[in-house]
């Protein structure tokens, strides 16, 4: 185990973290996902020593860290405003980790080299950071973070700051570090589609409490609570209680829904459901339905665009969510008030067991 | 395609802030002027009075205590003020109101502090002084009533420049491998030395024109404003104002020299 949270519990002004416990393996492309002000920057602080917990332990390589200072355990980190030293140029920015280790000038001046070209960014050896691109100080800040050789790389929502093709440019960067040269990384976003491209692992952290910690597939499948669906973009959400089970054809009694899924869980037990809206196909009410399929009819209340789709509601008794095609809208005549049915197939719901427990965050 | 020409007039709230800004540069322009009428009228009695060894001694001696109060200071005010800009602590209120206190007091009573701590029978003025260090009517007790009196200009000139040093900065050094100290030398101490160059002209300044709290001390050796008051008592109007406008010019051309210099320093860290 490379870091391992035990019951970490950490106060900062008004902000704290509860009884955090989690585990990052050697290779790992650790996520932590959360909303703003969760307290994820906290967590990847207190991985670089930057924050002591009150209680509990932070162990690195299965070591307790207590009394380790930053500069002891060789961790980078980039922030991200990547926080360049503007009194430095980029050559020097990249060797402030190498200077710190003493090594010869020589030595310094053939690896920051190496690792510029590496980069693609010699062009911009001696110049002043302030006046670099957003892109370009990406680059310096993680030649910076990986000259001194970090056994673990701290990501703090790196590509926020990012222009779209940048960012795309850097999912691929960040891809191939993690993958050709093994890195163990852990990166802190809210955003999903970075987490989806790149993480191994996923912890999903929420008012500073760890809702779930799990491999990437199975956060996005299946979310431990509604708070934490919602929040990793799942639009239906429903719960209810398996009431029959014939093999893998499962009934889930939901309100006045019935709704078949997929499950070799046993009957009675209560669960959630999870709906993609992109799973979500909208037909006329007239249209024939597929045998084997959800059906669900009611009336379309809001069209909105969303990106290249269309995010159509519909009040089914309780409210529906699908996304469609400008073209599918369009040839299944959808407007306000059309009397619609959502149909989706049974394996398109992600049933996971209602924990009688309290969610962590209702402890508060 | 042609696009009207906007009138170059600033609003009339500029206007009216910069007239209303006015009235305070009129009050020592007109201090001045007046005194300097004075002086052009009988230029000779004043180039007598400015080069007159007394004067130039006093002068000098109030610029090197003053530049002695700004070193110490270097030495005990950075440290202090990068614990108030880094750290919150129980307390932090009240350390706070102690380094602002010297601004508030009556100068009298500054020296009077001053005095009783550093006098011959003081709490550090005795010990001292039985080991020959004198602060009495002594160059000593001129530097450390200036110190006390600047202080607080100097302490909040730097805290400010700490804290505009984002802490992330710190914190990068750090995970790559420089003590807190190194951190703080290599990062936060160049980022922050525009505010530290600020924080001394301010506390130099202050310091040089100390007056009150400097004579409860050490009337002897005179500092340049207890040369002045000297003169004004004992030998009139006309032989005070003369050395009053030779420190006013002196003031003005280093003042004005060192604003000038300061364009030069540290200047990426207003872009912090």
Redesign the interface.
């Known amino acids: 185990m490379m870091i391992e949270f035990e019951n970490v519990s950490l106060t900062l002004g008004q902000f704290a973290l509860h009884d955090i416990s989690l585990k990052v393996n050697e290779g790992d492309y650790y996520f932590i996902l959360g909303p703003s002000g969760a307290g994820k920057t906290v967590v990847l602080e207190a991985v670089a020593g930057l924050h002591q917990p009150d209680s509990g332990t932070v162990l690195l390589r299965g070591e307790d860290m207590q009394n380790i200072p930053p500069e002891k355990r060789n961790i980078s980190l980039v922030y991200q405003d990547y926080s360049l030293f503007p009194h430095m140029d980029v050559f020097n920015n990249v060797a402030f980790g190498l200077k710190m280790r003493k090594k010869s000038k020589h030595e310094i001046k053939t690896v920051v080299d190496d690792m510029l070209h590496h980069f693609g960014i010699s062009h911009i050896r001696n110049r002043a950071t302030l006046t670099l691109s957003g892109g370009e100080q990406q680059r310096v800040a993680l030649c910076r973070a990986l000259v001194v050789e970090p056994e673990f790389l701290l990501l703090d929502e790196p590509l926020s700051a990012m222009d779209p093709l940048t960012k795309d440019q850097f999912i691929g960067v960040l891809h191939d570090l993690h993958q050709e040269q093994g890195l163990t990384i852990v990166e802190v976003t809210h955003s999903r589609r970075e987490a989806k491209a790149l993480a191994t692992h996923i912890a999903v952290i929420m008012d500073g409490y760890l809702e779930q910690e799990d491999t990437t597939q199975r956060v996005f499948e299946c979310p431990v609570n509604p708070e934490v669906a919602t929040f990793l973009g799942v639009e239906n959400i429903f719960e209810g209680v398996l009431t029959e089970r014939k093999g893998d054809d499962a009934l889930v009694q939901a309100g006045n829904l019935l709704i078949q899924a997929l499950s070799d869980l046993p009957t009675g037990t209560p669960v959630y459901m999870y709906v993609r809206a992109i799973s979500v196909a909208v037909k006329p009410k007239t249209e024939k339905i597929r045998p084997g399929q959800n059906a669900i009819a009611g009336t379309v209340t809001m069209l909105l665009p969303h990106g290249d789709l269309w995010k159509i509601t519909i009040d089914a008794g309780v409210p529906l969510y699908a996304l469609l095609s400008a073209d599918e809208v369009k040839s299944a005549d959808i407007t306000i008030g059309t009397e619609v049915v959502a149909c989706f197939d049974p394996d398109a719901v992600h049933l996971c067991v209602k924990t009688s427990e309290p969610l962590p965050s209702s402890n508060k | 395609m042609k696009f009207p020409t906007h009138s170059r007039l600033p609003d009339a709230c500029i206007i009216s802030f910069a007239l209303i800004g006015c009235l305070i540069l009129l009050l020592t322009v007109l201090a001045l002027f007046n005194m300097a009428l004075a002086q052009v009228s009988d230029i000779g009695y004043f180039i007598a009075t400015a080069t007159d060894s007394k004067v130039v001694g006093a002068i000098l001696l109030t610029m090197a205590a003053g530049l002695n109060a700004v070193l110490i200071l270097m030495v005990v005010g950075i440290p202090l003020a990068y614990i108030l800009a880094r750290f919150?602590f129980r307390g932090k209120g009240l350390v706070e109101s102690i380094v602002d206190l010297p601004v508030m007091l009556p100068h009298t009573v500054a020296g009077i502090m001053v005095y009783l701590l550093f006098m011959r029978r003081g709490i550090i003025g005795g010990p001292l002084w039985d080991m020959g260090i004198v602060f009495e009517d002594a160059y000593l007790g001129i530097v450390v009533a200036m110190l006390f009196v600047s202080s607080p200009y100097f302490i909040n000139a730097v805290r400010d420049g700490f804290e505009k040093v984002?802490v992330?900065?710190e914190?990068?050094?750090?995970?790559?491998?420089?003590?807190?100290f190194?951190a703080f030398k290599?990062?936060v101490l160049?980022?922050s030395v525009r505010h530290i160059f600020n924080g001394s002209i301010l506390a130099w300044g202050r310091g040089i024109g100390e007056f009150a709290a400097i004579i409860m001390i050490a009337y002897y050796p005179m500092v340049i404003s207890t040369l002045i008051y000297y003169k004004f008592t004992l030998e009139g109007l006309k032989a005070s104002t003369a050395t009053a406008f030779t420190i006013v010019l002196f003031c003005f051309i280093a003042f004005a020299i060192l604003r000038y210099l300061m364009k030069f320093v540290?200047r990426?860290?207003d872009?912090?």
Request: aromatic share 4%.
């Open positions: 919150e984002p992330h900065m914190n990068v050094a750090r995970t790559l491998g420089a003590t807190r190194q290599m990062v160049p980022l540290g990426y860290d872009r912090v």
